[in-house]
């Protein structure tokens, strides 16, 4: 059974920073292609960052040279260091394994001062 659990969200000022972290379980979590998500009110579900098994990163335009996606394959974990945020951040932040339906519970970011 894949289970995904987000956590590290919160609220922050803008220009600040915070780390959302991934649990995997139910898969060979090394083998997987791995994407974080994120949902705004009123707005539909995007990918933001994703990585490859073997570690390639790809990121949307909106975050590039912002956020920076890696993971722990040791520990089952997808990691998403989020830097100079914006209020347009503001979002739930989820991950997924690329090539499966499942998802998580999500963890809000919130961006304001």
């Known amino acids: 059974q894949v289970r995904l659990v987000e956590s590290g969200g919160g609220l922050v000022q803008p220009g600040g920073s915070l780390r959302l972290s991934c649990a995997a379980s139910g898969f060979v979590f090394s083998f997987a292609a791995m994407g974080w998500y994120r949902q705004a009110p009123g707005k539909q579900r995007e990918l933001v960052a994703s990585i490859s098994s073997g570690g390639g990163t790809n990121y949307d335009d909106s975050v590039k040279g912002r956020f920076t996606i890696s993971r722990d394959n040791a520990k089952n974990t997808l990691l998403l260091q989020m830097n100079s945020l914006k209020p347009e951040d503001t979002a739930v932040y989820y991950c997924?394994?690329?090539?499966?339906?499942?998802w998580g519970q999500g963890t809000q970011v919130t961006v304001s001062s």
């Open positions: 997924k394994h690329q090539y499966l339906s499942a």
